[in-house]
């Protein structure tokens, strides 16, 4: 019990904190710079230039979202749901009535920090087992329905529409420097749930796999898996290892492979998260 009071404390820090990064990219770069990054909050920037202020940015959102949180209820379960209601409406008050001032007026800066921000902001959000809705939750429905088109894809369109939309609601340039932030932001909402590419996972097929895992396990004290593969052209069975390291790792654990099996066949990728014994726990 005191664990899981633990854990919900900490996702409740870490959506104050995302909400607090996502009201200062609005409030302080994105809308002084009718900068529309997509998403609902971009729709509610555009009603409000249309409708000189009578329609405010947050309260889009807010009529957006609403029906969509009550189909989707079920599907986030009734604890995300209920954090994720109220981290929407804070956000939507918040970009209403947060008496921060805007930074700077110029587009680019505006849109970099923005997205920065925002990014960083939504990524926490989503950390702290909540959600703002918007057009990833829309696109989650309408997956069900129509499942040739992925959620990805979805949201892309609407921001799409949106960043389009701008170009004709404010200006053209204006269209282009929220595209920048769009990017930006994607991007570092990634980054912030997954992580930077903090590992490599090596898959080895060697005809030598005993000696080379003898020596990480020995040598890098990693643990190596063996998994069982087929040739299918000569068809030889042989192990094939799989061994996670990390960056500084990467050059010893290739320096081992090569020095036992210069013919060996290595294959590496990124890892964005490794969670357990010899990285980070979960």
């Not at 409000?48 to 202020?53: E, S, W």
């Not at 920065?116 to 997956?143: N, P």
């Not at 990805?152 to 004709?168: P, T």
């Amino acid at each position: 019990m005191k664990k899981f009071y633990t854990t919900e404390v900490w996702n409740g820090f870490l959506i104050m904190a995302g909400l607090l990064l996502c009201t200062c990219a609005y409030c302080m770069f994105l809308v002084p710079c009718e900068v529309a990054a997509g998403g609902f909050t971009g729709i509610g920037q555009l009603l409000a230039h249309i409708t000189d202020g009578r329609i405010s940015v947050g309260i889009v959102p807010i009529i957006l979202n609403i029906p969509l949180f009550g189909f989707s209820i079920k599907m986030l379960g009734w604890r995300m749901g209920i954090k994720s209601v109220i981290a929407m409406m804070l956000l939507s008050v918040l970009i209403d009535w947060a008496p921060l001032p805007a930074v700077t007026d110029d587009m680019l800066l505006a849109s970099v920090f923005g997205g920065v921000l925002g990014g960083i902001g939504f990524g926490l959000i989503l950390r702290g087992g909540a959600t703002t809705g918007g057009s990833d939750m829309l696109g989650k429905l309408l997956h069900k329905k129509m499942s040739f088109i992925s959620v990805g894809m979805f949201v892309c369109i609407v921001d799409a529409l949106v960043i389009l939309a701008s170009a004709f609601v404010f200006e053209t340039s204006n269209a282009l420097y929220a595209l920048i932030s769009v990017v930006i932001m994607n991007y570092l909402l990634d980054l912030t749930l997954e992580g930077p590419d903090s590992a490599r996972a090596y898959f080895i097929i060697s005809e030598k796999s005993d000696a080379i895992a003898q020596i990480i396990l020995r040598e890098m004290e990693r643990g190596v898996t063996g998994l069982s593969g087929r040739g299918m052209y000569s068809g030889t069975e042989r192990n094939v290892l799989l061994c996670v390291v990390n960056r500084m790792e990467s050059i010893r654990l290739r320096q081992i492979v090569m020095s036992v099996d210069e013919k060996a066949f290595v294959i590496a990728t990124n890892v964005h998260e490794a969670l357990g014994e010899g990285f980070k726990q979960y």
